[in-house]
């Protein structure tokens, strides 16, 4: 790597101050400290307390979403939303290759499987285009429902995944789900600040699942919620989540196998806290892909990814597009010897052991962007 790299290596460490400058890393001050406190002055820090219901309202109003429904981590609220817009055991539920695995894993708790789409260039997410001409190919419409001709199964769902805060083309996918009468189920897990045409990301689909691990963009420690527009299926995932147990002062009677998701209460204050500063976190990461488009000007080979058309990205991954001349590898190497903590994008689902011998379109944008995705440190800078 030559001098401008070392430049570019030096440069981020001076914008962060540190030696060593990580991935990202949650931003905390007062609030957190004081009602964290709060939870464990007065010893509701776990499944009972106001905390939870005051997260879940205000969440719902930050994205414009009727309802949210908060659960232990992004995963979890992945699974539960595809139980309850209707995924069996044996159906087929269409996703990128280019996730992170909670999104195929989810599918595969409800003995559901995923089936790999490819990805576009514009948008790091699932190319409505490529989708439609798939199912032509392998779809039926049956009494309304699409079957896959190649194995049989019932085709569910459209999971989309919104590639580093990157909102996907949604229009497109609507009409394919309108078209093959597909529900839409979206992985918003990294969006929450993302907007496409205005309207928040996760609130376009039947039901959405967000997630606020220590790294994404609003954190709880570990949390997710699921979100909708549909009452029926709030409170659905809502019983479901808390072990499906009917309300009552001492019985304990539950009406299905449910799960024991919901978030505690400490978390849900971490994440009121949290919540607070959504607006300042989102200007800050603006700032910061300003910056690094500077700092990029003098690094050849490279180009830093940019929200796509309509949308607005809450830019929560900073994403560094290789061309072919830059070996990726050399990149990650070079940036991670010299403190700053870069990681490429996640191996593609449809390689992984698990998940090999799925359904799956041809790969050709997401095995190309596999060699050229470069995260770069991407937390707000105080
Ligand atoms: C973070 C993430 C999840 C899961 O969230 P957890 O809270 O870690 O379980 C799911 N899908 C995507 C795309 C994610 O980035």
């Known amino acids: 790597m030559n001098e401008q790299w070392i430049q570019f290596a030096n440069e981020i460490k001076k914008m962060y101050g540190k030696d060593v400058v990580p ?29 939870v219901t005051r997260f879940e309202e205000e969440l719902a109003k930050f994205v414009g979403a009727k309802r949210a429904v908060a659960v232990v981590n992004g995963t979890a609220a992945l699974h539960i939303a595809l139980k309850i817009v209707g995924v069996q055991e044996n159906d087929e539920v269409l996703m990128p290759s280019l996730t992170f695995v909670a999104t195929a894993n989810a599918a595969s708790y409800l003995g559901a ?3 790999f789409v ?3 260039y514009e948008t790091l997410g699932m190319d409505p285009i490529k989708l439609n001409k798939h199912l032509e190919e392998i779809g039926v419409l049956r009494n309304g429902q699409l079957y896959n001709k190649q194995t049989g199964r019932r085709i569910a769902a459209v999971v989309p995944m919104h590639t580093f805060g990157h909102p996907v083309d949604l229009d497109g996918l609507l009409e394919v789900c309108d078209k093959f009468n597909l529900v839409l189920v979206e992985d918003a897990a990294e969006s929450l600040g993302s907007y496409y045409k205005g309207k928040h990301t996760g609130t376009f689909g039947k039901v959405a699942a967000f997630s606020f691990n220590g790294n994404k963009i609003v954190t709880t420690g570990g949390g997710g919620a699921i ?11 809502k019983h479901l989540t808390t072990t499906a147990k009917i309300p009552h002062r001492w019985e304990y009677v539950h009406d299905e196998i449910g799960y024991n998701y919901r978030m505690p209460n400490i978390n849900a204050a971490l994440g009121c806290a949290q919540l607070e500063k959504i607006k300042v976190f989102l200007r800050k990461k603006k700032v910061l892909t300003e910056k690094y488009e500077q700092l990029i000007c003098n690094l050849e080979g490279v180009q830093l990814f940019k929200q796509p058309l309509n949308s607005e990205s809450n830019y929560w991954l900073q994403t560094l597009i ?3 001349s830059l070996n990726r590898n050399k990149v990650l190497s070079f940036l991670n010897d010299n403190g700053v903590m870069s990681r490429p994008i996640w191996q593609p689902l449809h390689e992984l052991k698990m998940y090999k011998n799925n359904p799956m379109m ?4 997401t095995m190309q962007l596999k060699q050229k995705i470069v995260n770069i440190p991407s937390a707000p800078i105080l």
Request: glycine letters at 4%; a negative charge.
């Open 113 to 115: 499987i995923p089936h």
């Open 362 to 365: 041809e790969m050709n944008t």
């Open 23 to 51: 991935l990202h890393e949650p931003t905390f001050d007062e609030k957190e400290i004081e009602y964290v406190t709060e939870c464990i002055k007065t010893g509701w820090v776990s499944s009972v307390g106001s905390y």
């Open 227 to 237: 979100v909708t527009n549909d009452d029926a299926l709030a409170d659905y995932a």
């Open 322 to 324: 290789l061309e072919d």
């Open 118 to 120: 490819d990805v576009s």
